[in-house]
């Protein structure tokens, strides 16, 4: 993919990921306890007003909330992943095929068992969306 900021490369996973497979490519950006997830957008991102659909900033807010709760519990001793229990976004702008979209995630508080996180997306230096999530830990894969 062309043009990716410095600092960000391609998630890499154990498992597969048949959705985020679909959806992306994602690239993710780790400083200190700060993760951010990132992805230059396309035309199949778009809706029929040709900018980012909403579907998908709400997938990608999840995503990046995700991402950034379970490194923290990582960093903090833990293994299981957390599942969402509840997101809420607010659009705020807009964003369009070629746009550089990213997250900026603050996590709020992780627990033994719950996780809570707020995050903005932004798409070349202007925030389009405010999200916040609270994730509860999942059972160990078997």
Not at 63 to 83: E, K, N
């Amino acid at each position: 993919m062309k043009d990716i900021p410095e600092g960000f490369h391609l998630v890499q996973r154990p498992r597969p990921n048949p959705f985020n497979e679909l959806v992306g490519p994602f690239y993710v950006r780790r400083e200190g306890r700060a993760v951010s997830l990132g992805i230059r957008l396309e035309e199949r991102h778009t809706n029929s007003r040709g900018i980012c659909h909403g579907g998908f900033l709400a997938t990608m807010a999840d995503l990046a909330l995700g991402y950034a709760c379970a490194a923290v519990g990582r960093d903090a001793g833990g293994h299981a992943p957390f599942v969402t229990i509840s997101l809420t976004l607010d659009y705020a702008g807009s964003a369009r095929p070629g746009d550089w979209l990213h997250s900026e995630v603050e996590v709020q508080k992780t627990g033994s068992r719950i996780a809570f996180a707020n995050c903005y997306l932004v798409a070349n230096g202007v925030r389009v969306v405010r999200a916040s999530a609270i994730f509860a830990m999942a059972a160990k894969p078997k």
